[in-house]
């Protein structure tokens, strides 16, 4: 009898056992990258404590660890990347753009951005969230009004509720407490205030969608800026827009009734026309800077209209890209903006043509210098800096206007580490988004490792030689074969 229960237990063990050499073969093989420098973009790209000859292990997706070669030991059976002579940076993030395609997908990753904080609207159409490869898409839906655009405007339930009409319409509170329950369930990871949605509806979003962790943008005009910031409001959007803080109250209380009209129209030209050294713009920049609201300025929206621009469909991911889906694209032959004359004007002799054209020019590139010096001011209070694209609008085209936007955060006097962290920590920073923007462990193992050291140069963030997303080698150059 002892005999048979030896036997038994022996066959007990051995079918317990007998799976775990199998297991162990299936477990893929860490990915190593090793002897690059690791950049530290942590506290809003103020601190400098970067990891010389390190070592970063990745395993399922996630960074596991991240420190010196000479404390860290590579795995046997690892899959190593060389990075000697190379910098690692976070995969960067683009907090305001479209993905409506696969070519846009495609644009942006080749470009080195991972992640998209994705809006639909009509200049960018909706999002396509089907497309593979893809960056990792957080999606932005508007609250607080009517929008044609909204994640829900198509669910049967909401058609009536958000259709537009001719400008969008502030919704009652009970319709904007249950948009945000139904948004939240979507996934959806950031909620956008637009210029219709007065100051108690903006308060009581704040605080809500901080409850169901949900970041909140905001594009004031019925809320006066100062009350959005005051309640909390996680990033104001467009240089030109959050500019409107230095209005007076005369020019702000009628905006409550026309956020959209002449009112707004009267506004936003005084607000433009403040000179960059008036008290008032920089109290209001201190204000700001005082506060927890970040600015996602969209520089690149105007890039086309200040000095020193390059032809963006000179870049290889231009190639992807179809102008005809594009909300007013420059030029593909100069990479300047066109300006459409109105129907009458196609009768004028094509001299009086060139003039009305090569007028509208000059006064859009004034008003883009205008904006550019009130956002220097504004700068020297140092308030915080998100960093968004607006592609593919009005010249910008995805992935490549990200860097641009880097580019003009540079010359407004942020360094180039700062502008980094713009584009990745600061993301976690502001919205606690704390799975991705540093090569830490547990961090997303979204990875670049770029060819110069971009501390020192923001251009070098383009010189990628490997791209890693969620862990995964990307092939870069498999992604400029699509055809658009």
């Not at 506290?43 to 292990?57: F, L, Y």
């Not at 990753?109 to 396509?128: N, P």
């Not at 009628?254 to 000179?275: I, K």
Request: overall charge neutral; some cysteine.
């Amino acid at each position: 009898m002892m005999r048979l229960i030896r036997v038994l237990s022996a066959l007990a063990c051995a079918v317990v056992l007998a799976p775990l050499p199998s297991l162990a073969q299936t477990e893929p093989a860490p990915l190593v990258l090793a002897g690059g420098t690791v950049i530290d973009l942590t506290n809003w790209g103020e601190s400098a404590r970067d990891i010389p000859n390190a070592v970063v292990i990745v395993r399922e997706g996630r960074i596991v660890e991240v420190g010196p070669a000479s404390s860290i030991a590579i795995p046997k059976g690892a899959q190593v990347i060389d990075c000697a002579g190379k910098f690692i940076i976070p995969g960067l993030i683009d907090g305001f753009a479209g993905v409506n395609s696969q070519a846009e997908a495609n644009a942006h990753l080749y470009m080195g951005v991972t992640t998209v904080v994705a809006r639909a609207d009509s200049k960018h159409g909706f999002i396509d969230f089907a497309v593979s490869p893809s960056p990792h898409i957080y999606a932005i839906d508007s609250v607080g009004a009517t929008d044609n655009w909204s994640l829900l405007a198509r669910r049967p339930e909401w058609v009536e509720k958000l259709r537009e009409g001719p400008h969008p319409a502030e919704l009652v509170p009970q319709d904007i407490a249950r948009q945000m329950a139904d948004t939240a369930k979507l996934g959806t990871r950031v909620l956008y205030i637009g210029p219709a949605v007065t100051a108690a509806n903006t308060q009581w979003i704040v605080t809500h969608a901080h409850e169901l962790h949900m970041a909140v943008y905001a594009n004031f005009a019925a809320t006066p800026p100062r009350v959005g910031i005051e309640a909390g409001v996680d990033a104001l959007v467009h240089a030109e827009r959050y500019t409107l803080g230095v209005i007076p109250d005369e020019l702000q209380r009628p905006l409550y009734d026309d956020p959209f009209g002449p009112s707004a129209n009267t506004a936003f030209d005084y607000a433009e026309h403040v000179p960059p050294t008036d008290l008032r713009l920089r109290n209001y920049a201190r204000f700001i800077a005082a506060h927890r609201s970040a600015l996602l300025p969209t520089f690149s929206l105007s890039y086309v209209l200040l000095p020193a621009h390059r032809n963006l469909w000179k870049e290889p991911t231009a190639q992807l890209l179809d102008p005809h889906r594009m909300y007013r694209p420059t030029n593909s032959e100069t990479g300047e903006m066109e300006f459409p004359l109105p129907a009458w004007a196609r009768r004028l002799p094509s001299a009086g043509q060139r003039y009305l054209q090569a007028d509208a020019q000059k006064k859009a590139q004034q008003q883009a210098r205008r904006i550019w010096q009130i956002n220097a001011t504004i700068f020297a209070a140092f308030p915080h800096y998100l960093a968004g694209s607006g592609a593919d609008a009005m010249g910008t085209m995805p992935g490549v206007s990200l860097h641009t936007e880097l580019e003009m955060l540079v010359r407004l006097g942020l360094s180039p580490r700062e502008a980094l962290a713009a584009a990745t920590s600061n993301y976690a920073q502001q919205f606690g988004w704390n799975e991705l923007g540093l090569i830490a462990p547990g961090r997303r193992a979204d990875i670049l490792v770029v060819s110069g050291d971009p501390t020192f140069s923001i251009w070098n963030a383009r010189n990628i030689s490997t791209l890693i997303e969620d862990g995964n080698i990307i092939d870069r150059p498999a992604l400029l074969r699509i055809r658009r």
